[in-house]
Every structure is written in C-alpha cells, then in structure tokens.
C-alpha cells in the first residue's frame, strides 16, 4: 500500500526556520517525482515544488522560491522542505505527493495527510 | 501563471448529475495530451485523484466520474451523484509551471 506521511510541523515565529518532512512506503521512491502543496486554512492548493528522481532538477514557486528548499533522500525513501524566513502568510497544510508516471506529467496519485505549520508570534 | 475559472458552488439532487466546469486563462492542452486533472477534497482530508489527462479515470475510482474537455474548457461530471460525493472538487493544470489550481468547487445536495 502506497502511503505518505509528513511530519515536522508546529506553531513557529515569524523569520524563523522549520523543515517539514515525508517518509513514503509501499512504491519504489526512487521512481518517482515528488512535489510539496500547501493549503492555506479555507483556501484552496498550492503548488509550492518538486524535485526530480535524482535531485537534479528542483523548480519552485515564486512565492517560496529563496526562502523554501526542497530535497529528498532515496535510500532513506525521504522528501524533505526547509521552510526559512517563515512569514504569517506562510501558515497553512503542508502536503507532499507523488506525481504520478503514467499517460501524462504533473498530476498527483497519491498526497500524504499533511502537516499543519503555523506563523505567528 | 495560468488562471483555472471554477465556480464556487453547486448544488444538486441526489441521483441526478453534477457537472463542474473548469476554464482556464489560455489552452492546457498538447498535441498528445489536455494537461488537466481532477481532484476531490472532504473536509479535513487531502486532495484525491479522480480523473488525469481530462478523461482518465484514477484507479479504484467508481465509474460515475468522468472527464471531459480540451483547450481551455473542462468539465467533470458526476453521475449519479451519491451523498459520499459531498466535497470540494478542484481542477488543475500541469501544462506549464507554475502548477495552478482553481479555487475550488463546492458540492452540496438540494
């Protein structure tokens, strides 16, 4: 059974730092694309990274992009975002998914339960 | 950044059909592919796929969802609708970065 589980998050004050984390199971990691989601409370998704197979290539959102890091860890089966200067605006679901490899790109067959991160002082 | 138009409500009838559309600011779609997929959200819950590439249906998804559309005009269609179907459906396109959704719309029953 494929399953992502985030963890890491928590109430942080405004410039600090955080790193939230996803462990996966049930599916060659490696294989895979993964990206990070956030969702603000009563907002709707947001596409914030992804990293390749090999961490080669990472692509960012602009509103994150020198501020959040993305990485990931293949024998560890890991996919991990730095969150750096956090900012009230910053609160929100932090979910990571598996970009799914077949017909197609960039859609997402299976998200973890997500990790709340809260900015506020 | 391309725009995904999705209306915020929808209310339906049990057993009838729910049609959710999704426009979006300029075409998602390829010459092999229309990049827009489907997702459904319950309250509390992550996204779930439910339908990839504008008419795929996602594994272990029942076969009353389906999928329609191409260039900047989507549709998901919902039929028969069932009170399990109470969420909030979501369009998003991957035809180029950055990755958008629409704001979301909301299912409810008449």
Not at chain 1, 12 to 25: D, E, I, N, R
Not at chain 2, 51 to 58: E, G, M, P, Q, V
């Amino acid at each position: 059974e494929v399953q992502l589980v985030e963890s890491g998050g928590g109430l942080v004050q405004p410039g600090s730092s955080l790193k939230v984390s996803c462990v996966a199971s049930g599916f060659t990691f490696s294989s895979y694309v993964m990206h990070w989601f956030r969702q603000a409370p009563e907002n709707g998704i947001e596409w914030l990274a992804y990293i390749n197979t090999d961490s080669s290539s990472t692509h960012y959102a602009e509103t994150v992009k020198g501020r959040f890091t993305i990485s990931r860890d293949n024998a560890k089966n890991t996919v991990d975002m730095q969150l750096s200067s956090l900012r009230s605006e910053d609160t929100a679901m932090y979910f990571c998914a598996r970009e799914g490899n077949y017909g197609s790109w960039g859609y997402f067959d299976y998200w973890g339960q997500g990790v709340m991160v809260t900015v506020s002082s | 950044d391309i725009v995904l138009t999705q209306s915020p409500a929808l209310a339906v009838s049990l057993g009838q059909r729910a049609t959710i559309s999704c426009r979006a600011s300029q075409s998602v779609s390829t010459s092999s592919y229309n990049l827009m997929h489907w997702y459904q959200q319950k309250p509390g819950q992550q996204p779930k796929l439910l339908i990839y590439d504008a008419s795929n249906l996602a594994s272990s998804i029942p076969a009353r969802f389906s999928g329609s559309g191409s260039g900047t005009d989507f549709t998901l269609t919902i039929n028969p609708v069932q009170a399990d179907d109470i969420a909030t459906y979501y369009c998003q396109q991957s035809r180029e970065l950055p990755l958008t959704f629409g704001s979301g719309t909301k299912l409810e029953i008449k």
